[in-house]
C-alpha cells in the first residue's frame, strides 16, 4: 500500500493504545495548565483580587457562608442592603457558586489546609475552566473523535471569549455555568446515543446543580426540548430519546424546584413551557408508537401521525390561553429583549443601562474568537455532512447561540463553546485529510479494485464511504486512528484499509496546507495572550498607569475610599451611591447601601436617580427620609477614568424619568441638544446634586489655571459649584472618588442654605449704604 | 537570678518597710532633678537622685511614684549615673501610703555606709500623658498638646533640694502653669522658661512626701500647653504571630496592626485640595500622618503589606544584607509605607504587615541539651507611637516538645497551646505572650526552647506520602474491579 511518509512498522496493537492513551491524558494536562495559567494574569499582573462588581456580592455571601455554616447563609437577611428594605439573600441568589466554594472551603480545611476563602473565590474560575476543557473534550468526542476532542479542549480553554468571564478573580455565576453547561450537554447527547437512564439523571443532577448556579440554564431548558422536537419532526423518535428525556426532565425539573430562587418557575412561567410540552408530546409519540407496533394498518399510522400533531397544536394552544389567563406567567422583560433590541432601551432603562446588554459589535466575535469564527460555518456544514442525533444538537445550537450572541454581548459566552466545537471537528477533519499517510489508488477503469489484502467485499466509492463513516462512528476514528490502522494494517494486516480514490498526493501538498494549520494555531494562540493579558485581565478595581520610567503604577482609588469608610465612619453609616457601587461599597466597605448591583427594585433606583438629578434643596429631603449618611460619587475628569459618574449621570435622569416624568425630564439636561459641563451647561444640570458634588473644588485644583475636564474634554468655570446641603468628607488621591456628608439639620432650626450664607457672612449686605454713606460724605 | 532578687528585695522590704515610719529614714536625698520630655503619645522621664545614706550598710533605697504617674508609667529602669547596667527594682506591693504613691525599690550594687553618696538616675517612659487641647482640630491646624504632672517629685526621704525640667521639642510653648502656695520652698523662683525648656524649682528642704499629708497639703498639678510637631500614634491592638520553618529554614513574622491617630480630631472635614497643597508646599500639618517608616530586621525577604482590601502598593523597601546571628547588625532593613489614604487627627487604619527572615538568623542549636532555641523581637516599633495591646504568638514547628519561654520584660499572661495549619497531622505548640503599654523601649527579645525528635522532621512527608500512596491504591483498585451487570465479550 502506498504511503506519503514512511510509518514506523513492527509496532503493536496494545503499544500503540497505550500510547495514544498516555498522549492524551497528557495533552489533556497541558490543556488544563495553560487554561489555568492563562487566566492568572490577573493575578500576576495586579493581586489575588475580587473583580468588578457582582464577584463582589458573590464573595460577601460566601464568606457568610464559609463563616457563619450554611443554614445561616441559607436564611439569610441583609438588612444593609436596600436600606430600608433590606434583602432576602438567601431566597433572592442561585447559591451554587457560594455553596461550591464552601464546599471546597471545607474540604480544605478538613484536610488541615486552611487556605483563605479569598483565595478560593479567586482561583474558582481558572480551575473550572479546567473542567471545562475536559467537559468540552468529553462532547466534541461524542461529535467526532479523540482528535477534534482535544483541540476543542484546547480551544476552550484560552479562547478569549470564555477567558473574558473567568479570569482568576471573575467571582462570577458563570465561572462554573460553562463547565456545567457542557457537561449536561455531553450527559444529554451520552443519554441520547445510549438511551441511558444512568446518563439522562447525570444530565438531570448537572442541570439541577446549573439551575443552582446561574440563570443562564433557561438556555439548557430550551435547548434540549428543541433538540429533542427536531428530532420528532425528522421522524428520529427512538425509544432513546423517550428515556433519555424523560429521565432528564422528570428528575431534573424535580431537582431545579428545590432551589428557592426558580421555585415553581418550571410549571408556571413561559421560558419553562417548552420542555413541558415537548415532554407531553413525547409521551403522545410513545404511546403511539406503542400502539403501531401492535397494529399494522398504514393507514391507522397516518390517522395517529395526524392525532398526535393535532394534540401537539393543541396543548401549544392550551399553553398560549394558560398565559392569557394568567396561570402561567407571561415572559420577563429581559426575555422580550432578546427579540427586541430596542424594547429594553424604550421599556426598562435599567436593563439598558447595563454595558454588556447591548448588541455586539462586529470587532468584538473577532476579538473574542479569532480564526475560530471563520472555522465555525466550516464545521457546522460538517455537523451536516454526517447529520447523526448529536450532530443535529450542535446545528441547533449554533444557530440558536449565534443569534443570542448577536443580541447581547454578555451571551457571547454562550456561542464559545459551539463554536471550539465546531472549528475543532472542521480543523481536526482537515488534519485527518492531510495527515492521512495513504496515498489515493489512481483507478482509470474508475471500477471497484479487488486488493488481496481486503477482506471485504468489493466496495464501491459510496459504499466506502459510508463503511468509513459506519467505523468512525464505532472506534470514534480519528487522524491517529488513521495512522494505528494504517500501521496495524502494515504490521498484521488484519483489519480492512479502504482503498479510497480521493486523498492527497505526494508531500508538498500535504505540508503546505498544514503549515498554514499550525500557522492559524500559532497567530491564534499569540492573540488569545496578547487578548487576556491586555484586555480581560484588569481587575477593574484597581487601575494600572505607567510612571514615567515605565515601571507600573497603581491608581488604588476606589479601595482607597471603601477603606476609609470601613475605618473611620460609623458602622451604621448609611452610604447613597448609584447601584454600579453598591455591592463594592457593602464587600469592601462593609457599609450599608440604598441600592445595588441587585436591580430588583426599579423604585429604589429610581429615587437615587432623582436624588442625584434634583438640585439640592429638592435631593434633601430625599437624603434625610432614607437616612442618608454619606453619599459618594465617581468622578475621572482628572485623569481620565472614562466609567464615571457624569457619563452615567443620563441614565439616572432616564430611570428617575421613567418614575417621575413631571419631575425629572432628560431634555433639560442638555444645551441645545448637547451634553455640557462646563460654563454652558444647562441651568438644569448645574443645579443638580451630582453635577455639584461631581465638580465641588475641582477648578481650585488648577490654582487660577484653566481647569480641565479630561474625561468630556472641557474647560471648567473658574468658579465652581457651591454646596450647602452636603460637605465634603472624603476625596481619594487621583479625585476619583468622592464622599461627601450630608448635614444635619441645622440646631437653630433655620434652612441650611439660610445658615450657610450667614456663616459666609452674607448678610453683610446691611452694612452697604454705610458704606456708600462713607463714601459720600468723604 | 531575678527572682531570686525579688524574694531579697520583698524581704528586706518586708524588714523594712516599717521601719521606715517608726525609725526614721535611712537616706537623704540632696539634690533631686527631674527631666520631662515632652512628646506625643510618648514622654520620657528621667529624674536623677543625689542620695546620701544616712546608716551604714544600706542596701536598698526607694523611689516614689505618685498614683497616676504609676498608672502612666509603661516602663522604667534604674541605673547608677555614668554606668549602662541596671539596677534591679522591684515595684513593692505593700505600699506605705496606697493614696498617695507606690513605691519601687532599687537594689544598689554595693552597700553603702554612713554618709556614703551615689548618684542614681531613674528613667521612666509615661504612656497616654497628652491629650490634644483643642480636642478638635481643622486640616490646617497646628497640633497642640497638653501634658499634666505633679510640680514635686515625692520621696519617702527628705530631700534638700528639687527642680524638674520639662523639656518641649519646639520651642513654641503656648502656655504653662505656675504652682501657688510652695512660697515655704521656694528661694528665688517658681518657675522660670528659656527657650524650650521650662524649669520648675528649686524647691528646697522638702519633708518625706510619699504621704497623703504632703500630697494633700502641697502637691499641684503643673500643665504645660505646647506645640508638637509630630502626629500622635497609638497602636490599639498588635498582634504578631511568629511561625518558625525547619524544613522552609525561615522564619515569618507577621503583624497585625490597629493604628490610631490619637492627635486633635479633624475638625469639619477632610479636603483633599488642602492636602495636596500642603503637600506641594511641602507644609504637612503637624496631625497627618502621611508614612511610617519602619525598621525591618537585616535580611528580610517577601515584605508583605496588605489590609483588609487587599494588597497596598505604596511601599518602598531597602533591604539590608542579612547578617549572622550573635553579630551586630550595622544597618536594618527600612520600609517606607504608606497607609491607603493619610491618616489626620481620630482616623484609623488597621493592616498587616509580614516578612520572612532567614531561620539561621535567629535560631541556634545547643548541643549540650539537644535543644533548638529561637530569638523572637517582641514588637517592630513604629517611631514615636505606644501600643496599647499586643500579643505576640509564637509558632513551633511541628512535634516540638519541652517547649520553655523567656520574656525580657512582664508579660500579662503567657500559655502554650496548639496551632494548626498547613497539612498538621498533630498541630504546633504556640507560645503565647501578652502586652500592654509597649513603647520604644520596650525592644527585647524573647527566647523559646524546645526540642524536635528527629521523626518529627518527617512526620508531615510521610503523611502526605501515604495519602498519596493510598489515592494511587484506591485508583489502582477501581481500575481492575469491574461491576458491569453485563459483560462485554
Known sequence: MPTAYPLPENVSPATVANTASLLRIIALGLISAAAIASRLFAVINFESIIHEFDPWFNYRATRVLASKGFYEFWNWFDPTAWYPLGRVVGGTIYPGLMTTSGVIYYILHALHLPVDIRNICVLLAPGFSALTAWATYMFTKEMKDDSAGLLAAAFIGIVPGYISRSVAGSYDNEAIAIFLLMFTFFSWIKALKQGSAFFGTIAALFYFYMVAAWGGYVFITNMIPLHALVLLLMGRFTSRLYVAYSSWYAIGTLASMQVPFVGFQPVRTSEHMAALGVFGLLQIVAFAQLVRAHVSSKQFQNLLFVAVVSTGVLGFFAIVGLTYKGWIAPWTGRFYSLWDTGYAKKYIPIIASVSEHQPTAWPSFFMDLHFLIWLFPAGVVMCFRALRDEHIFVIIYAAMASYFAGVMVRLMLALTPVVCVTSAVALSTLLDTYLDPTEPTVNEKAEPVNDPPSTNVPVTPKKAKKLKDKETAATARGALGDVVSSVTSAAGGSTTSPKTTKGIFGLDGRVAVLVNALGLLLFFVVHCTWVTANAYSSPSVVLASTNPDGSQHLIDDFREAYYWLRQNTAEDAVVMSWWDYGYQIAGMANRTTLVDNNTWNNTHIATVGKAMSSPEEVAYPILRKHDVNYVLVIFGGLIGYSGDDMNKFLWMVRISQGVWPDEIQEPNYFNNGEYRVDDRASPTMKECLMYKMTYYRFAQLFGGGQAIDRVRGQHMPANGPTLDYLEEAFTSENWIVRIYEVKKDDVLGRDLKVANAFGEGKKRKRTKPIARRKAIAA | ?489
Not at chain 2, 41 to 46: M, N, P, Q, R, T
Not at chain 2, 360 to 384: C, E, F, K, M
Not at chain 2, 439 to 461: C, E, M, N
Request: hydrophobic letters at 40%; one cysteine or more; aromatic letters at 10%.
Open chain 2, 1 to 489: 537570678m531575678l527572682q531570686h532578687w525579688r524574694r531579697l528585695c520583698l524581704l528586706v522590704a518586708g524588714s523594712l518597710l516599717p521601719s521606715l515610719s517608726l525609725a526614721g529614714p535611712s537616706f537623704e536625698n540632696t539634690a533631686v532633678v527631674r527631666t520631662i520630655e515632652l512628646g506625643g503619645s510618648v514622654i520620657h522621664v528621667s529624674t536623677t537622685y543625689a542620695i546620701k545614706a544616712l546608716e551604714d550598710g544600706q542596701t536598698t533605697y526607694h523611689i516614689a511614684l505618685a498614683k497616676d504617674e504609676k498608672e502612666k508609667t509603661s516602663w522604667m529602669e534604674a541605673k547608677i549615673k555614668g554606668q549602662a547596667k541596671p539596677l534591679a527594682i522591684t515595684v513593692l506591693d505593700e505600699d506605705v501610703d496606697t493614696d498617695a504613691s507606690s513605691l519601687v525599690a532599687v537594689t544598689l550594687p554595693k552597700q553603702l555606709s554612713a554618709h556614703g553618696t551615689l548618684n542614681l538616675v531613674f528613667e521612666s517612659v509615661q504612656t497616654h500623658a497628652t491629650r490634644p487641647y483643642p480636642e478638635r482640630a481643622a486640616q490646617t491646624d497646628p497640633q497642640l498638646l497638653k501634658y499634666e504632672a505633679d510640680v514635686f517629685v515625692l520621696s519617702p526621704y527628705d530631700t534638700l533640694v528639687q527642680r524638674t525640667k520639662v523639656r518641649s521639642l519646639s520651642p513654641d510653648i503656648i502656655s504653662y502653669s505656675t504652682p501657688q502656695g510652695v512660697d515655704e520652698f521656694v528661694r528665688d523662683g517658681t518657675v522660670t522658661r528659656s527657650g524650650a525648656t521650662i524649669t520648675y524649682g528649686p524647691y528646697h528642704n522638702i519633708p518625706p512626701s510619699a504621704n497623703v499629708e504632703f500630697v494633700s497639703k502641697y502637691q499641684q498639678t503643673i500643665s504645660i500647653h505646647y506645640n508638637f510637631d509630630y502626629p500622635v500614634l497609638e497602636v490599639k491592638n498588635l498582634e504578631r504571630s511568629v511561625e518558625v520553618s525547619h524544613w522552609g529554614a525561615n522564619l515569618n513574622v507577621e503583624d497585625k496592626i490597629h493604628l490610631h491617630n490619637a492627635g486633635p480630631a479633624l475638625k469639619g472635614h477632610f479636603s483633599r485640595l488642602e492636602y495636596q497643597s500642603q503637600n506641594f508646599f511641602g507644609r504637612l500639618s503637624p496631625h497627618t500622618l502621611d508614612r511610617l517608616i519602619l525598621q525591618l530586621p537585616p535580611g528580610v525577604t517577601n515584605v508583605y503589606y496588605y489590609d483588609l482590601n487587599g494588597n497596598v502598593s505604596t511601599s518602598n523597601l531597602r533591604a539590608a544584607p542579612s547578617v549572622p546571628k550573635n553579630s551586630k547588625a550595622s544597618q536594618n532593613s527600612i520600609l517606607e509605607m504608606r497607609p491607603r489614604y493619610p491618616l489626620l487627627g481620630g482616623w484609623n487604619y488597621s493592616f498587616t504587615l509580614g516578612f520572612d527572615t532567614p531561620l539561621q538568623d535567629s535560631v541556634g542549636w545547643d548541643a549540650a541539651n539537644d535543644r533548638y532555641i529561637v530569638a523572637v523581637p517582641v514588637t517592630t516599633h513604629i517611631s514615636g507611637s505606644v501600643v496599647d495591646e499586643a500579643t505576640v504568638k509564637i509558632i513551633l514547628p511541628e512535634g516540638a516538645s519541652n517547649v520553655e519561654f523567656t520574656s525580657p520584660f512582664h508579660a500579662l499572661s503567657s500559655s502554650v497551646s496548639t496551632h494548626i495549619t498547613y497539612l498538621d497531622t498533630i498541630g504546633r505548640p504556640a507560645v503565647t505572650l501578652a502586652y500592654e503599654g509597649l513603647t520604644g523601649k520596650h525592644t527585647g527579645v524573647i527566647y523559646v526552647s524546645y526540642s524536635v525528635p528527629f521523626f518529627a522532621h518527617l512526620r508531615k512527608p510521610l503523611a502526605v506520602g501515604a495519602v498519596f500512596f493510598g489515592l494511587f491504591m484506591l485508583g489502582f483498585a477501581a481500575k481492575r474491579v469491574d461491576l458491569r451487570l453485563h459483560k462485554q465479550s
